[in-house]
């Protein structure tokens, strides 16, 4: 994440002036080449050297939230980015499910891993190698991804698919760049505090669960856990493909980030309680909530991923999305630590009459989504001239 901080934005800048594709490449390349140097790590600072250049290098997230909106008319955009974040929420989930399947194979699976293979020196080798892999065909296939930064001084040579496409790209970017009225920096400063709050959820929810009931928590184990994020994502995987855009096109991207947000707060307190539950009604309870807000949270990441895309010109829409990502990114580099301090704080405050332990966590939490929901307002928003009126 440290990585991704330094160098997001000037990946941002270099695809919004050599183009998309060369950036997405290379980002994709890295994944390929620094997972599998992970696995084969043998010294910490060589494990971690690894996890920086690959967050250095692999600059792909802003251009690809660019990439989504130029492939599609306006009024697809929404789908577009619901299916960009719905890609990284799932990946959330399935990420960690390899690791926890496939590390130390010696182990978990003796008759197919020897203690004396490669996987017996490499214990995590098994999974990075998995990553490196699943990346390779994706990286391949890179070689029909049309390039979507469009340069009206279009060589007389190209075929007639690409005057088309080229043309579909300039049409689509005319239609969206005549209601642009806000600046790049507005963008980021809109999209921090929900990023913010995301980030905070994601680290705590785990710790949450997992911890004992004596101390606010579910006393659940890391198969529970990951039971209950492998149903969430299904959940977000149908939400975001059928029901978000429909959602987006009555409402607007604002009104839905307030009505998400406003629903995400008042569920934030329903999850204290679920301690009290006995099984199996903590475990339906849990799913039922984890649910409802991560679909809460991709709603609203999404509508700002909207906005924040339709701001600016598409010669600053890569730069702009790469600043977000700094932002976003900066907050992951530090959140592990803010969260584990926080719960660990929540933790002694098992018996005051304000807010004790876990409950104190959720109302900081509700605070923080409360700061994002004021800034969906004016003047802390600016938003285009199309979403107006929401």
């Not at 690959?54 to 690809?64: E, F, V």
């Not at 390899?98 to 214990?123: M, N, W």
């Not at 209601?179 to 959820?201: D, E, G, Y």
């Amino acid at each position: 994440m440290l990585g991704r901080t330094l160098t997001s934005t000037a990946w941002g800048m270099v695809a919004d002036r050599i183009g998309r594709k060369p950036v997405i490449v290379l980002g994709i390349f890295s994944v390929f080449l620094f997972s599998a140097l992970f696995g084969l790590s043998v010294h910490y600072w060589m494990a971690i050297s690894t996890r920086f250049l690959l967050g250095s290098l692999n600059g792909i997230i802003g251009p690809i939230r660019a990439y989504a909106i130029e492939v599609c008319r306006p009024e697809h955009h929404a789908i577009a980015l619901s299916l960009v974040s719905t890609a990284w929420a799932i990946g959330l989930i399935v990420g960690p499910t390899i690791g926890g399947y496939l590390a130390q194979p010696t182990e978990k699976y003796p008759k197919l891993f020897p203690v004396d293979s490669l996987f017996g020196r490499f214990p995590y080798f098994l999974p990075c190698l998995c990553i490196s892999v699943f990346s390779f065909p994706v990286l391949i296939s890179c070689i029909w991804l049309p390039e979507t930064l469009h340069n009206h001084n279009t060589d007389e040579k190209e075929d007639q698919a690409s005057e088309s496409l080229t043309a579909f790209f300039s049409n689509s970017e005319e239609i969206v760049e005549h209601n642009i009225t806000s600046t790049m920096k507005n963008n980021v400063l809109k999209n921090w505090p929900l990023m913010s709050s995301i980030i905070l959820f994601c680290i705590i929810f785990s710790l949450w669960a997992e911890s004992g009931r004596k101390y606010g928590g579910l006393s659940f184990s890391s198969e529970d856990v990951g039971q209950v994020l492998a149903i969430t994502g299904v959940s977000i995987l149908v939400y975001q493909t059928f029901i978000f855009p429909r959602i987006i096109r009555v409402l607007g991207p604002i009104n839905t980030s307030r009505v998400a947000i406003s629903m995400s707060m008042v569920l934030l307190f329903t999850y204290a309680p679920i301690t009290h539950l006995s099984r199996p009604w903590s475990s339906i309870a849990v799913n039922i909530a984890s649910i409802l807000k991560n679909n809460f949270l991709i709603t609203i990441v999404t509508s700002s991923f909207i906005l924040q895309n339709n701001s600016v010109t598409q010669d600053q829409r890569a730069t702009a999305n790469g600043l977000a990502t700094t932002l976003m990114s900066f907050c992951k580099t530090f959140a592990p630590a803010g969260a584990g301090i926080v719960f660990s704080w929540a933790q002694k405050r098992q018996h005051v009459f304000f807010f004790p332990g876990d409950q104190m966590l959720f109302f900081l939490l509700a605070v923080v989504e409360l700061v994002g929901l004021v800034w969906t307002f004016k003047p802390f928003l600016v938003v285009p001239d199309q979403f107006a009126s929401n």
